[in-house]
């Protein structure tokens, strides 16, 4: 009995040990800190059935030499499904470039942090808010938002 309880404990700990190995989190690339707004960034909010779009524009500041790539980060909050936050750019080139879209409450409400190639030429940052409840009625409160946004330059 006892080298059944021991094998059985041996077995138990190293299923535990090999399990935790698969959630590691990969370290963050590290990076500098462009851009930083603290609490609400913006929101979109309707009291009925119809659609919204809110965009928030990164000043044009930014120095984005000497990075190849950008992090974008941000928390996202929405009550109802039919919301979607988008990150875009422009260039001189090309407007409109969508480099990271969540949809639906599920996806929308997390932590977001995505890394992308930076264009030679930014023009504009944008994070976009959008809400069309595919459910409601009379005077509900439905909305999309964002807060702590930070953009970071990867090199």
């Given at each position: 009995?006892?080298k059944i ?23 963050k ?24 779009t ?13 990075y190849s790539?950008?992090?974008v980060?941000?928390d996202?909050y ?8 988008s990150?875009i ?5 090309t407007a409109n470039?969508f ?9 929308v409400n ?5 890394s992308?190639?930076?264009p ?6 944008e ?10 009625g009379?005077?509900e409160f439905?909305?999309a938002?964002?807060?702590?946004l930070k ?5």
């Amino acid at each position: 009995m006892k080298k059944i309880r021991f094998t059985l404990s041996i077995f138990i700990a190293a299923f535990f040990v090999g399990s935790c190995g698969e959630d590691l989190v990969q370290p963050k690339e590290s990076g500098t800190l462009l851009f930083e707004k603290s609490g609400l960034v913006d929101s979109a909010v309707v009291y009925g059935c119809y659609a919204y779009t809110v965009r928030y524009f990164v000043p044009d500041t930014l120095d984005l030499n000497g990075y190849s790539k950008m992090r974008v980060e941000f928390d996202g909050y929405a009550n109802s499904d039919g919301s979607r936050i988008s990150i875009i750019y422009s260039t001189p080139d090309t407007a409109n470039v969508f480099v990271y879209e969540v949809e639906d409450q599920l996806q929308v409400n997390k932590y977001h942090s995505h890394s992308f190639q930076k264009p030679a030429n930014v023009i504009w940052i944008e994070l976009r808010l959008y809400i069309n409840p595919p459910v409601c009625g009379t005077n509900e409160f439905k909305y999309a938002r964002a807060r702590d946004l930070k953009v970071y330059g990867l090199r």
